[in-house]
């Protein structure tokens, strides 16, 4: 199993930045891509942006030029720094990983997700 913990959320102004992270640990092998995903009341959840082991990048076109996905491969670790924040940008930000284990001679491949942070982005 793969957790994953998220932290960074919380309330900020129009135009502020914020830096969410997510650490995933447990009976990992190998952690191919981790993204971040959003989702707000009675709508789908969206991705944000996703990154792969080897450093390449996807962003949502809302996002592009205002957020920066990065991520620590030793640490197992994911980041996603979000500048000029916007009201639009709120909304409860969940990371995922899909990951590797590896237990008892087998390997396995699944999608894991954190619990979730709330941004609110109000003045």
């Known amino acids: 199993q793969v957790q994953l913990v998220e932290s960074g959320g919380g309330l900020v102004q129009p135009g502020g930045s914020l830096r969410l992270s997510c650490a995933a640990s447990?009976?990992?092998?190998?952690?191919?891509?981790m993204g971040w995903y959003r989702q707000t009341p009675g709508k789908q959840r969206e991705l944000v942006a996703a990154i792969t082991s080897g450093g390449s990048t996807n962003y949502a076109d809302s996002v592009k030029g205002r957020f920066t996905i990065s991520r620590d491969n030793a640490e197992n670790t994911v980041f996603l720094q979000m500048n000029s924040l916007k009201p639009e940008d709120t909304a409860v930000y969940y990371c995922n990983a899909d990951a590797i284990t590896y237990y008892s001679g087998v390997y396995y491949s699944s999608d894991y997700w954190g619990q979730g942070t709330q941004v609110t982005v109000s003045s």
């Open positions: 447990g009976s990992i092998f190998s952690i191919n891509a």
